[in-house]
């Protein structure tokens, strides 16, 4: 079958860094994508990686392991603004983005 | 407008009602989507249509249905709503490159509950 697990709930302080792990299960694979939701709101897109090693993209950078079945989502310098879901979701053979349940990540000062 | 709208925000449906939520993308965009977000779950996929004129079913579809009539709106309807349906539905839009299916952009949201 097909599955993501990431952590449910991630704690951090403000201006330290996190790292939140995700790991994948699919029939086929075409990339890893990073999304964030603030509560009540729709999620916006972080992040792809459709080959190994890690993308950098200003606070946020993304890392996957295609062998591993693993990525990751690290953020920098944490800012309060940064409190939210992050959603792990990977692209199966079909094109269809299989979604992982969310980290929720609770910045505090 | 611009990026996708969804409508309503919000409902609160008694079930057994049929009921359509609206959606339209301004993107030019040929995929679309609707999935339906549940507390503690992954967004599940209930319907996809990758060009005006078609779609499929996706992980979730029994007891809705969707057309494509055009490549702007991909409305979704509740034939005869239950309490199960009660959840949080986003519908999204993506472009579809030479190499496959691009980044989904998603709209506000609907916040259903069937009562």
């Known amino acids: 079958g097909q599955n993501i697990d990431q952590p449910t709930e991630m704690t951090a302080t403000e201006g330290a860094i996190v790292q939140i792990n995700c790991t994948y299960q699919?029939?086929?694979?075409?990339?890893l994508f990073w999304y964030q939701q603030h509560a009540g709101e729709a999620p916006t897109f972080l992040s792809y990686?459709?080959l190994d090693g890690l993308e950098e993209k200003g606070r946020f950078s993304s890392f996957l392991s295609r062998s591993k079945g693993y990525s990751y989502l690290l953020l920098k310098e944490l800012q309060m603004k940064d409190s939210a879901s992050y959603l792990c979701?990977?692209?199966?053979?079909?094109?269809?983005?299989?979604w992982g349940a969310g980290t929720k990540l609770i910045i505090k000062p | 407008i611009a990026g996708i709208t969804q409508a309503p925000t919000s409902q609160i449906l008694a079930a057994g009602r049929r009921m359509t939520l609206r959606c339209t993308q301004d993107?030019?965009?040929?995929?679309m989507y609707w999935y339906r977000q549940d507390l503690g779950l992954g967004l599940r996929l209930i319907h996809y249509?990758?060009?005006?004129?078609?779609?499929g079913k996706g992980e979730v579809p029994d007891g809705y249905s969707v057309s494509r009539a055009n490549t702007d709106d991909f409305p979704l309807t509740l034939a005869s709503a239950v309490p199960s349906q009660t959840s949080v539905y986003f519908c999204a839009s993506s472009d579809v490159t030479g190499t496959g299916i691009d980044t989904q952009y998603f709209g506000p949201g609907t916040r259903l509950t069937v009562l």
């Open positions: 990686n459709v």
């Open positions: 979701a990977a692209m199966d053979s079909n094109y269809q983005l299989i």
């Open positions: 249509s990758n060009t005006a004129g078609t779609t």
């Open positions: 993107m030019r965009h040929n995929a």
């Open positions: 699919t029939s086929g694979f075409n990339g």
